[in-house]
């Protein structure tokens, strides 16, 4: 038998945190967080992460666990969430992974393998070398015709993940989203439930947009401030997260506060969007449509009932 490991993906604003927990309650589970900025400290409004009593007394892994100075990337999340979960079935209790971040998610459920990579120093540095001179999206550029799957689904931003798209298709001349989709088709250790929660894409933006002003109000700018007086900066990973990276420019006095706000709302849209498109390109999952549902009382009995079926057939 394998064990159970349920799911709770989904884009940006679609209430994953609140599915997760009333979740968890209902059927003893512990929350492990797949969300690649929730995992530092002192990072709360921009992030949207929980407070102590929002978890509702639910086991939460994975949130504040790390300096913001800290590099993270797939394959640490890979290690971290491995042993998170081994903690929860040893607590006799299911884990339930909740996050919108689709790669660390597959990396987990497939066991994609990150250790025999072959790599090499001097691209790496000659792409460094080219995005500092030309800058993130003229980097991001080059992925368009040799890897179209990761041009659309890795954002420019991320400038690390955009040169190891590259370095790899030119080591191997086949692009790494293909490489990566080889490594999907693996069979999972475990017997999981793939929710993706979805929205009305108007009511999806308008909610962001509004979570983005309710940041504003709660101290966002007074939180990235903070977190540049202890020493971050643009390079850093936790920097790169929606929200944080957007205010250097106006540091820097490029950018006003009003389109700096602006450009949090359009690049959260953006974000969106891309993991829909994601999460529409994998296998094995069940598409969530908040818009049909009238609470999430309702989407968690959706999900309860999707996994009675799901044991009905496991049995038969």
Not at 78 to 101: D, F, R
Not at 276 to 283: A, D, N, V
Request: charged share 35%.
């Amino acid at each position: 038998m394998k064990d159970e490991l349920i799911i709770i993906a989904g884009p940006t604003a679609t209430g994953k945190s609140d599915v997760g927990i009333l979740l968890a309650k209902k059927i003893g589970g512990e929350v492990i967080s797949c969300d690649s900025m929730q995992v530092y400290k002192y990072m709360d409004i921009g992030t949207a992460k929980l407070k102590k009593d929002e978890m509702q007394g639910v086991p939460h892994h994975m949130i504040d666990v790390l300096d913001p100075k800290e590099n993270y990337d797939v394959k640490k999340f890979q290690e971290m969430a491995k042993k998170a979960i081994k903690t929860v079935y040893s607590n006799g209790h299911i884990p339930i992974l909740v996050g919108g971040t689709g790669f660390y998610i597959q990396s987990l459920l497939y066991d994609i393998d990150f250790t025999e990579e072959p790599s090499d120093e001097k691209i790496r540095n000659k792409l460094k070398e080219y995005a500092d001179k030309y800058g993130a999206d003229a980097l991001h550029e080059k992925l368009k015709d040799i890897d179209p799957v990761s041009y659309e689904s890795i954002h420019p931003n991320n400038i690390k993940r955009v040169i190891r798209a590259i370095e790899f298709f030119m080591l191997h001349n086949s692009p790494i989203s293909l490489h990566n989709k080889e490594e999907k088709k693996k069979k999972s250790r475990y017997d999981f439930l793939y929710t993706v929660l979805t929205d009305d894409r108007k009511r999806l933006y308008d909610r962001i947009d509004k979570r983005v002003d309710k940041m504003m109000d709660m101290g966002l700018l007074t939180e990235v401030k903070g977190l540049v007086d202890y020493g971050c900066n643009r390079e850093m990973t936790s920097m790169h997260g929606i929200g944080y990276r957007e205010f250097f420019p106006y540091f820097d006095g490029e950018r006003s506060l009003s389109d700096t706000i602006s450009l949090i709302k359009e690049d959260s849209r953006h974000f969106a969007k891309r993991q829909l498109t994601w999460f529409g390109h994998e296998r094995d999952t069940c598409f969530i449509d908040r818009s049909y549902f009238l609470n999430t009382e309702n989407i968690v009995e959706e999900i309860l009932n999707i996994r009675r079926k799901k044991h009905e057939e496991n049995r038969t």
